[in-house]
């Protein structure tokens, strides 16, 4: 979905249970169907109705009551349902034309399935295979953190106001993480990638 904020509002609402539930429920006078919807949902915006909120180099001419109103149009509980929350800042011609090498998509895949293994073996016995399917109960047994990463975690939540379904999106994002870096157990870093990652969450947003 490109340019999020430009949905009707009660058309945006009406995803929040197929992205909670997985599933689309058809109500009519005599009966209701529910059907499978589990699937990926990829959103774009601007931060900004001009989008040069966050360019460093060109200057936001919105006013904040437009830009509040801009943002407004998605809900907090929308953006509650959404796993990753990524600022894209614009290219530069020097990185456009840079042609030194990045890590090779083969390198990638193989870490991507190296932690999918991981997470198949990890879930076996409990009806699911990736971290994103788990609850809140499982989330606390597989999801431990040391005294450090919990103090991130309070102050994320203390300062930045994440609600209790945040809070749970972080943890299953920080053992995926820790899973692509191949490690046993969270680490701080892990947890402070993953608050990094709910950045329509944080405050000077809402």
């Not at 689309?24 to 005599?30: M, P």
Request: charged content about 30%.
């Amino acid at each position: 979905m490109d340019e999020l904020p430009e949905f009707h509002r009660n058309v945006l609402e009406t995803l929040r249970q197929p992205i909670e539930d997985g599933c689309v429920t058809v109500s009519r006078a005599s009966s209701s169907i529910r059907f499978p919807s589990k699937f990926m949902l990829v959103c774009s915006m601007n931060p900004c109705p001009c989008g040069f909120l966050t360019d460093p180099k060109k200057e936001c001419h919105c006013t904040p009551p437009k830009i509040q109103k801009y943002l407004s149009r998605i809900s907090g509980p929308l953006l509650d349902r959404i796993d990753l929350h990524i600022e894209v800042p614009p290219l530069r011609y020097k990185e456009l034309t840079d042609e030194s090498c990045a890590e090779k998509s083969e390198m990638i895949k193989k870490r991507v399935e190296s932690a999918r293994n991981v997470q198949l073996e990890r879930f076996k016995q409990d009806g699911i295979f990736s971290n994103s399917q788990m609850n809140h109960r499982l989330a606390r047994k597989y999801c431990r953190l040391d005294e450090t990463s919990q103090g991130l975690l309070k102050q994320a939540i203390t300062e930045m106001g994440f609600s209790a379904r945040c809070y749970d999106k972080i943890l299953k994002l920080s053992r995926t993480i820790a899973d692509l870096d191949s490690k046993d157990t969270i680490e701080s870093t892990h947890v402070s990638e993953a608050i990094q990652l709910r950045s329509l969450d944080r405050s000077h947003w809402i």
